[in-house]
């Protein structure tokens, strides 16, 4: 049964993705900037069509985060955000929203509660997988083993570094989908999305069959039009942080169904 549960998302993308060229993947961080904020930029998301949600567990040292989500992080642990309060988030937004919903966040967070019990915590509150950059997948097995109990997707970042061997041992764990981040670096800044993104991709393709999603710079609607014939999802990190702090809740929405937009 846990097979055939672990392959529940990648399905459900699959079916959208048979429907559109390109799907929308966002992000935001748990209790930044209040979790009254977080319930408004969902319904947003939901508004506007958006198909996946990153929902950041906020952590003290979120070493792939660009300066605009380390002070999210930051803020966030100081206002008191805690895993119960995640948990609460994910559950009633996994009961509300039409997206599905992923974890993501550093093992440290994970290892403090445990594998069996994180994924069991996932699982209740409706996630379908889980994001841990910091994770090399050969330190990586307890925890993929209780995911595959619970039905969660392993999703992986693979990254321009890699080698194409790397990639293909990446490839060969992951589930659901795969990160691929564009650049080197951390997230926040434009990535030139002609040096080398296609080919990238291609090399990513070559060594999985799931669908990739491309994230790191991605801004504007411009770039997610871009991904198309490209990319199967479009990850707007940064980019979505800065339109709720500069164009306020409506403002913010209607950024986002600029995005999806171009993915119909």
Not at 75 to 96: H, S
Request: aromatic content about 8%; proline content about 4%.
């Amino acid at each position: 049964m846990s097979v055939i549960q672990q392959a529940d998302l990648a399905n459900h993308l699959g079916r959208r993705l048979a429907k559109q060229p390109l799907l929308l993947m966002t992000h935001l961080v748990v209790g930044y900037p209040s979790l009254d904020a977080n319930w408004a930029m969902l319904e947003a998301m939901d508004n506007a069509g958006v198909d996946l949600v990153e929902l950041q567990m906020p952590f003290s040292e979120p070493i792939a985060d660009g300066p605009s989500f380390v002070r999210a992080n930051h803020e966030a642990i100081q206002a008191g955000t805690t895993w119960q309060d995640y948990f609460d988030l994910a559950a009633r937004a996994a009961e509300r929203f039409s997206f599905e919903i992923v974890f993501m966040g550093y093992y440290n967070s994970v290892f403090s509660m445990g594998a069996k019990r994180f994924c069991a915590r996932l699982s209740e509150a409706g996630m379908k997988g889980f994001i841990v950059p910091d994770l090399p997948h050969e330190e990586a097995a307890a925890l993929n083993e209780a995911a595959a109990g619970h039905g969660l997707a392993l999703i992986p970042i693979m990254t321009p570094t890699n080698s194409s061997d790397r990639l293909a041992e990446i490839g060969s764990k992951a589930s659901g989908f795969v990160y691929c981040a564009a650049r080197k670096g951390v997230t926040g800044r434009r990535t030139d999305l002609s040096a080398g993104v296609a080919e990238f991709l291609e090399r990513c393709g070559d060594a999985t069959s799931l669908p990739l999603g491309l994230g790191f710079g991605i801004r504007t609607a411009e770039d997610v039009r871009a991904l198309r014939g490209l990319a199967d999802i479009a990850i707007i990190g940064t980019a979505g942080l800065d339109a709720w702090q500069e164009r306020g809740p409506e403002g913010y929405q209607r950024y986002l169904e600029t995005l999806v937009a171009e993915t119909v």
